[in-house]
């Protein structure tokens, strides 16, 4: 883990193809913490596409014990055996391998490799953990058959699973058992995966649409049977979808998921062998939120979907990561869109995913960690998974749809796995593929892998009274020195009666009475003229977000505020109440930090815009909620040169204090109107209405006055699910109001349920009212541990991501406490410190007092012994 020479940056240009290729896999466990000796048969020829003759397998953690080749034992100079290597030179055309390791799951706390959690046996081997538990050519271009035996006592780990199909089990001697596993596809090693550990299952027999029967299982530990309900149905519905929406079939006769309480991010695709994260299995009403819920059901699609996309095509090296990951979250994003059903569903779905790369993408892009979808270089593969190459992987792909048609996208898909199933490829076939489908150049589109940053698309627009003209004219700019993109913008045209026109676009093929038209923006600049238009529109540009760009236009209020009421695009007209605010906000924040936070005002004009969609009962209330909730801090941090996080916290406080204050009694309406009575159900409308009346209650806290915190704290004595239940919490105590008790009794009746002491501390660590000195209290906790990424996250990252006005406490003591646990938490969990490294990303765009603290603090992380992990984060910082 330690690196002992500075880091290495490994690039995209330098692939080479392996010397050798991996035929088939024979692994023997015997499992024990301490000490598992690993058996591994393996069977390798010459690469014909490669160069050479050296076997080049990688290694690290691991112990050797032996090592024979074509059933010759090596000795010490046979072979040269580095920190991370073990090289054979000159080895024959056809080898058999058999190497004996040992290693210590018990020790090892980075939850990469084979690891010990609550006492049970896990793997986690994506991207290079394979390595942790056997020597073996880890990369993703060697595919191999897999058979997997697994030896262990039989008391203590009952459940013996592996990939694919279970061939044998029986008893052993000493107390022990044993599972014999074989895959019948080709997998690179990342897609390994055991368990062996003492757990229960919830599993069903299902129909697939050829009619063949398949085992569904879902393991967690003894007294958690009851909230696994949500995450079965959720991978019945995956399976259905992805027969039904990609003609594509669960190829293995049996699909396990496994729920593990340590684990560094959300799941793992293995092959029939999903590990999950908790947060994403377990739910049940009493303990599970609507987005807890949603989670779980886009998590197990997500991993479920990943069998053709990633799995079966998998990548031919790391750089290619979104050639899976962003592919897998868009059709994860579609699955959850489908699940919904209805349009304005979808498009609170779509508002979802904007949100997300405002607050978390556009900033990764604007700063050092700021990497192309398909990066061309990292130091460590971990720092990686990262919002671009999940998030706006997932928009490179949706824009193939957007400029395809549904129907030519799915033509591209099957082209995709009629070339390239059981292969290892790259971003490239991906696109040739979608290309060639449907008789397109696609070559252009190729800059939305090779290029970082977000292109900023400007607008402008005249309009022709006497030709009837009205012309858009785009132009784009992403960073100095490149090319233009190519970007799908989709555009509408409003009328004064705020109906759509229909639209006739010059030089343009399109159906006639189209009120939505996908313009494709290739050039620098570019006029877009549409003819026969009686009045002066209202432009609605990048309609449904078409692409993942920033896009520039002067809108008048009074054109915004069209939109706001008429757009019949939800997207933009979210979009434009967004705008609307962040006007606002980003004027009462240049007030604050000049002159204080006495006299703020904000203009009737928008509150009574909030005040038209708040009451507006024909619209959905999922949407409502989404159009009434303020941009973020952190995503009004965005928009400044020099941020000022106090002064935006005070503005924004100011805001949601004078809208809660003057539109109390429309508030208190909505809260009553909408109730959920009855049994809860996490369905989407439910949800919805539940958002919409706990985004109420806190704008009624944001000034609350007894009758509300009254209203609040009988919300939390009777509320029957913990949407109801945490949302009144959080409101109490994020108002600031005593809430010592609340707290208390939240704690005592979840004690025992750890993804809920979870949310305990997560609420706690982000109320503006926490400052660093109560979260260091909060540490002393007998619950808090660092050793747990979900405990971890939930307490400090909370803190440093989202509580921003203390954390960037003009003292710099939190800078400090960053420091501090970044270099603890390296020292257990490389992974997880480098994520908590990430809160400093943006550290040159504070005040120049700030930013010295923040430097200081990064300087003193850097000075110390770390791994590749927090270093890569650090040095880019600093550069
Ligand atoms: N492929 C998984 C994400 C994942 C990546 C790395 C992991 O451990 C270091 C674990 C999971 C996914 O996209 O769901
Ligand atoms: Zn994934």
């Given at each position: 883990m330690r690196t002992d020479s500075s880091p290495t940056t490994i690039y995209r240009k330098d692939y080479t193809p392996p010397a050798y290729l991996v035929d088939t896999v024979e692994l023997g466990f015997d499992l024990a913490p301490a000490s598992t000796v690993v058996a591994n048969r393996i069977t390798l020829r010459r690469n014909p596409d490669a160069a050479g003759s050296d076997i080049v397998l990688h290694g690290e953690e691991i112990e050797l014990v032996q090592l024979r080749l074509n059933g010759q034992l090596l000795g010490e100079g046979d072979y040269e055996l580095s920190a991370a290597t073990l090289t054979i030179r000159n080895a024959p055309a056809e080898v058999v391998l058999e190497i004996e390791t040992v290693c210590a799951p018990v020790e090892n706390t980075s939850l990469s490799g084979l690891y010990v959690s609550n006492g049970n046996f896990f793997t986690q081997c994506e991207a290079e953990g394979f390595r942790r538990i056997t020597f073996f050519p880890d990369r993703p271009d060697v595919m191999a058959k897999y058979t997997v035996m697994l030896r262990a006592n039989k008391e203590q780990?009952?459940?013996?699973?592996?990939?694919?199909?279970?061939?044998?089990?029986?008893?052993?001697?000493?107390?022990?058992?044993?599972?014999?596993?074989?895959?019948?596809?080709?997998?690179?090693?990342?897609?390994?995966?055991?368990?062996?550990a003492k757990l229960v299952c919830q599993e069903e027999q299902f129909k697939l649409a050829d009619g063949r029967d398949v085992l569904l299982q879902v393991w967690v530990e003894d007294g958690n049977l009851d909230k696994t309900d949500y995450a079965m149905q959720s991978l019945k519905n995956s399976i259905r979808w992805d027969e039904e929406r990609f003609g594509l079939e669960l190829d293995l006769d049996r699909f396990m998921i496994v729920a593990v309480g340590d684990f560094n991010m959300g799941a793992m695709e293995n092959k029939g062998l999903?590990?999950?994260?908790?947060?994403?299995?377990?739910?049940?009403?009493?303990?599970?939120?609507?987005?807890?819920?949603?989670?779980?059901?886009?998590?197990?699609?997500?991993?479920?979907?990943?069998?053709?996309?990633?799995?079966?095509?998998?990548?031919?090296?790391?750089?290619?990561?979104?050639?899976?990951?962003?592919?897998?979250?868009?059709?994860d994003q579609e699955f959850s869109a489908d699940m919904i059903g209805t349009d304005t569903g979808r498009a609170v779905t779509r508002i979802d995913q904007v949100r997300t790369l405002r607050q978390a993408q556009f900033p990764e892009d604007a700063g050092p960690m700021s990497h192309p979808v398909r990066p061309d270089s990292f130091v460590e593969i971990n720092n990686f998974y990262t919002v671009t190459v999940y998030e706006k992987g997932a928009e490179v792909v949706r824009m193939y749809q957007t400029l395809l048609g549904r129907d030519g996208f799915r033509k591209g898909m099957d082209l995709y796995f009629d070339r390239h199933d059981g292969q290892?490829?790259?971003?490239?076939?991906?696109?040739?593929?979608?290309?060639?489908?449907?008789?397109?150049?696609?070559?252009?589109?190729?800059?939305?892998y090779s290029q970082a940053g977000t292109p900023v698309v400007t607008a402008r627009t005249r309009y022709d009274a006497v030709k009837r003209n009205f012309d858009i004219i785009l132009s784009q700019r992403g960073k100095p020195g490149q090319l233009p993109f190519h970007i799908p913008v989709a555009v509408g045209l409003l009328g004064a009666d705020g109906k759509d026109l229909p639209l006739t676009l010059e030089h343009g093929k399109h159906a006639k009475g189209a009120t939505t038209l996908v313009l494709e923006l290739t050039e620098q600049e570019q006029i877009f003229r549409f003819r026969e238009v009686d009045e002066?529109?209202?432009?609605?540009?990048?309609?449904?977000?078409?692409?993942?760009?920033?896009?520039?236009?002067?809108?008048?209020d009074d054109e915004l505020l069209h939109l706001f009421n008429h757009d019949s695009d939800p997207v933009n007209r979210w979009e434009a109440g967004q705008r609307l605010a962040m006007e606002r906000l980003l004027k009462l924040t240049a007030q604050v930090a000049a002159h204080g936070a006495a006299n703020l005002k904000l203009d009737q004009t928008f509150i009574n815009a909030m005040r038209t969609v708040l009451s507006d009962e024909s619209l959905d209330p999922a949407f409502r909620e989404l159009a009434l909730i303020l941009p973020s801090e952190t995503i009004i941090a965005e928009q400044m040169d020099v941020v000022d996080p106090q002064a935006i916290h005070t503005a924004r406080q100011f805001m949601r204090h004078t809208i809660g204050t003057v539109l109390k009694a429309e508030l208190l309406a909505q809260y009553h109107a909408n109730q959920t009575p009855g049994e809860y159900s996490p369905d989407a409308a439910s949800a919805g209405k539940r958002a919409l009346k706990n985004l109420c209650l806190s704008y009624l806290l944001a000034a609350p006055e007894a009758a509300e915190l009254q209203l609040a704290q009988q919300q939390f004595d009777n509320a029957t699910n913990m949407t109801d239940r945490s949302a009144a919490l959080v409101s109490l105590i994020h108002s600031g109001t005593d809430n010592g008790p609340h707290l208390q009794a939240f704690y005592d009746d979840f004690a025992n349920e750890a993804l809920v002491v979870d949310k305990w501390f997560a609420m706690q660590a982000s109320a503006p009212t926490t400052n660093v000195a109560a979260v260091r209290k909060l540490m002393q906790h007998p619950a808090f541990t660092l050793k747990n990424p979900n405990r971890a996250r939930s307490l400090i990252f909370n803190f440093t991501n989202a509580n921003p006005s203390q954390f960037h406490a003009a003292d710099g003591s939190a800078y400090e406490f960053w420091a501090e646990f970044v270099i603890k938490l390296d020292a257990i969990n490389p992974q997880v410190a480098a994520r908590l490294a990430r809160a400093m990303d943006r550290w040159r765009r504070y005040a120049p007092a700030l930013q010295a603290k923040m430097k200081q603090a990064l300087e003193k992380v850097a000075a110390r012994q770390l791994s590749n992990d927090v270093a890569e984060v650090i040095t880019k910082a600093l550069a």
């Open positions: 780990y009952p459940v013996l699973l592996s990939n694919g199909n279970l061939i044998e089990q029986g008893d052993l001697d000493d107390g022990r058992h044993y599972a014999k596993w074989e895959d019948p596809f080709k997998k690179p090693s990342y897609l390994f995966a055991l368990v062996a999903n590990i999950f994260n908790t947060k994403f299995v377990l739910a049940n009403p009493r303990t599970a939120t609507d987005i807890d819920f949603a989670g779980i059901e886009a998590v197990v699609g997500h991993e479920y979907f990943h069998n053709w996309t990633g799995n079966r095509v998998t990548c031919r090296d790391w750089f290619q990561l979104s050639l899976k990951e962003g592919l897998t979250v868009f059709r290892a490829v790259a971003c490239d076939d991906f696109r040739a593929a979608m290309a060639d489908a449907n008789g397109r150049d696609l070559t252009q589109f190729e800059r939305w002066r529109p209202t432009p609605s540009i990048l309609r449904d977000f078409s692409a993942p760009v920033i896009l520039e236009h002067d809108y008048t």
